[in-house]
């Protein structure tokens, strides 16, 4: 049973289009993130949703754009891509954080997209 | 803000022997968690070991042990009896307790000589 899956695994697409990723865990965790690794394989958090609310919002551009439908899921979808967004996207989730309460436990990551804009 | 550095971007060592990665980190905040997580070729971010800053103890995993210096603000990672499956990009990470802040080291590449 994955924990955290995310789909596509890779994504190629055109610079202009419009793109979503789409990230589920099964792990009945409170908290969802995004990560960008870039081609330097520098980490960075982008976004995090705890239950549903935006609890980190790092500077990214605003084509970058969150969706938490429930709990379980966090999609990111991107407008007018660019060619400097191709990195590996990496989803995860965690138990816990934000104002309900500490981060109590590590974060478990899905395998990553990685996007390829052209 | 909180950073992370790793000042190693590469290390190597050989079968069976221990190799240390270095890790420091700047906070206001008292209390938190420091991470270590490694990243095979497979891409796939894996948990290596964790600690609480509130705990005085260094936390330790099997071949895996932090030596966490809270007032240095360092938390460097021993790995022993290094295995071929050990090599892999090594990241620091530090999460703010109530998660308001989550960051990541630069990494380490290591790799681990037969």
């Known amino acids: 049973d994955t924990a955290v899956s995310q789909t596509p695994k890779y994504l190629v697409t055109q610079m202009g289009n419009d793109k979503s990723i789409k990230c589920e865990q099964n792990?009945?965790?409170?908290?969802m993130y995004w990560y960008k690794q870039d081609s330097k394989k520098f980490l960075k958090i982008m976004f995090s949703?705890?239950?549903?609310?935006?609890?980190i919002n790092e500077t990214v551009p605003n084509r970058f754009s969150p969706k938490s439908p429930d709990k379980a899921h966090l999609n990111l979808h991107i407008n007018s891509l660019e060619l400097g967004d191709s990195a590996v996207y990496f989803c995860?989730?965690?138990?816990?954080?934000?104002?309900?309460?500490?981060?109590?436990?590590?974060?478990?990551f899905g395998p990553g997209t990685r996007l390829l804009v052209l | 803000a909180q950073t992370v550095t790793q000042s190693q971007p590469e290390m190597s060592v050989q079968e069976a022997e221990t190799v240390t990665l270095s890790c420091t980190y700047d906070?206001?905040?008292?209390?938190?968690?420091l991470f270590w997580y490694k990243q095979p070729p497979s891409r796939q971010m894996i948990l290596v070991i964790r600690?609480?800053?509130?705990?005085?103890q260094n936390a330790t995993e099997n071949r895996f042990s932090v030596n966490f210096q809270k007032a240095a603000k360092s938390f460097s990672l021993k790995i022993s009896d290094s295995q071929l499956g050990d090599a892999a990009m090594y990241f620091c990470?530090?999460?703010?307790?109530?998660?308001?802040?989550?960051?990541f080291g630069p990494g380490t590449r290591l790799s681990v000589l037969p």
């Open positions: 995860a989730s965690s138990q816990g954080a934000g104002t309900s309460g500490p981060v109590s436990e590590t974060q478990y």
């Open positions: 792990l009945g965790h409170d908290t």
């Open positions: 949703y705890n239950n549903k609310e935006l609890i």
């Open positions: 906070t206001s905040e008292s209390d938190y968690y």
């Open positions: 600690q609480e800053a509130y705990k005085q």
């Open positions: 990470a530090y999460g703010s307790y109530y998660g308001q802040n989550f960051v």
